[in-house]
């Protein structure tokens, strides 16, 4: 899959985001290294820290379908600014993949790539605590 094809499926997915609060709609796809593709929203909830992003739902699609070989990630929002993975979603994906490539789109769909190495250098993993 091309990376315009992948941010095409994360834009498909920021329009069925539930984001009555900020507005701020978030669209995201995951792909696994079969080119499998999993889809997510942002879904907001009154209880501001119940809110789970839409990287984190793709994430969890995927690991409930039996899928954590993840390859890249694409984000997008209706925003003319990157949209960029917040710490927690960093954290969340990089217990799958230390690897994974990072596709930060804006609503004209220029997008910016960054690798995990780039947005997390220093992640926590269950190495440290062995």
């Given at each position: 899959m091309t990376y315009k094809e992948?941010?095409?499926?994360?834009e498909e997915a920021m329009w069925t985001a539930y984001a009555p609060y900020s507005r701020y709609r978030v669209g995201a796809a995951i792909e696994c290294r079969d080119g499998t593709v999993f889809t997510g929203c942002n879904i907001e909830n009154a209880a501001y820290g119940e809110c789970l992003c839409?990287?984190?739902?793709?994430a969890a699609k995927a690991v409930s379908a039996g899928r954590t070989d993840f390859m890249r990630i694409a984000v997008i929002s209706d925003s003319d600014e990157y949209c960029m993975p917040c710490g927690s979603c960093r954290q969340f994906l990089s217990e799958f993949s230390r690897d994974m490539e990072f596709l930060c789109a804006r609503?004209?769909?220029?997008?910016?790539?960054?690798?995990?190495?780039?947005?997390?250098?220093?992640?926590f993993s269950s190495e440290i605590l062995y």
């Open positions: 992948l941010i095409k499926r994360a839409a990287e984190r739902v793709a609503k004209d769909t220029s997008y910016v790539c960054y690798s995990m190495k780039d947005l997390l250098p220093h992640a």
